[in-house]
């Protein structure tokens, strides 16, 4: 079977599974409350929430940039928030093999002519974002009253299991396995430049822990997007310690890839976790489905960016991903 045909069953099959874990949750819900919800929310709230996702972007381009000035890679801030920006867009709309990481890789590496360098600084990224969601909810775990079951040991494992992705990247190892590739020159160019890149950002402590500060940030910009949708629907049971515990595993749970874009995973982590501060399902799937589409709807703006700006990369992005 050709990489396409394997790539429309992988689709065909999360399509499957996100729409067999929505229908399984929303037949326990009153659809007369769903609409009593959206019917009466608040639209400065949720004016708030779009409000608040800019500024997600703009610290994750930010930090972004700090990793690539750690790895040696000059990058304006105004060029990797529009690739943020569209990144965002094909996450969104695109849910295949060329990805929101997968675009900034490629559209960064030709903006830097390092595409090792970027797709090591991407990689560093996404495991710094995971760091710093586990630890803003270890932070709030001892302050809120209410105590999740395993939620402390949870984040405890995403962490281990992020610093050791991370102290990879960062030990010399890819130079040992490049003598095993010896025979084979791409391979070993590509563990050279890992090495190369590896060992700038370890030279770079204190911009890799700014990075890290950034990523909490972020998440806590995610936790203030929760929390403007909740005041919009005017449901008060779930104060900002309390959410700054439950969203980070919320996001956790949108990253299993067993759905698509996290619909079905990350309504069931919501309905589950809001469920301990009194939130009904109904309410809390609400929630969620209002943050993805406002998560969807900004992110139409990386989508005028790409099609504005980019239309010779579009077509050899795609030819390089086949």
Not at 53 to 71: E, G, H, M, P
């Amino acid at each position: 079977m050709s990489p396409q045909g394997k790539e429309r069953i992988k689709i065909l099959l999360k399509t499957i599974v996100s729409v067999i874990l929505m229908a399984w949750l929303v037949k326990t819900i009153e659809w007369g409350q769903i609409a009593n919800l959206l019917r009466n929310a608040r639209l400065s709230w949720l004016l708030l929430a779009f409000l608040f996702v800019i500024i997600s972007v703009l610290v994750s381009a930010y930090k972004w940039q700090l990793i690539c000035r750690a790895s040696g890679l000059k990058c304006e801030l105004k060029e990797l928030w529009k690739i943020y920006w569209c990144g965002l867009f094909f996450n969104n709309f695109m849910p295949s093999s060329i990805g929101g990481d997968a675009l900034r890789i490629y559209w960064a590496g030709r903006y830097t002519g390092d595409a090792t360098g970027t797709g090591t600084s991407v990689v560093v990224e996404r495991v710094l974002a995971t760091v710093g969601l586990s630890f803003l909810g270890l932070l709030a775990a001892p302050l809120v009253q209410i105590q999740v079951p395993y939620l402390k040991a949870f984040f405890i494992a995403m962490i281990l299991g992020s610093l050791f992705v991370l102290v990879l990247i960062l030990s010399p190892l890819s130079l040992l396995m490049s003598r095993l590739f010896a025979g084979f020159p791409k391979v070993t160019a590509l563990l050279n430049g890992l090495n190369t890149h590896g060992s700038r950002l370890r030279s770079q402590k204190g911009l890799i822990f700014m990075s890290l500060l950034w990523s909490v940030i972020f998440q806590f910009c995610v936790v203030m997007v929760n929390i403007s949708i909740l005041h919009a629907f005017c449901v008060d049971r779930i104060a900002l310690l309390e959410a700054c515990l439950i969203i980070p595993a919320t996001s956790v749970a949108a990253m299993i890839p067993i759905g698509i874009n996290g619909y079905g995973t990350r309504e069931g982590a919501y309905a589950a976790l809001f469920a301990y501060f009194g939130v009904n399902r109904a309410e809390a799937i609400a929630v969620s489905v209002v943050f993805a589409l406002i998560v969807t709807i900004s992110s139409l703006w990386g989508g005028w960016l790409w099609f504005r700006n980019e239309q010779n990369l579009k077509g050899q992005l795609f030819q390089a991903e086949a």
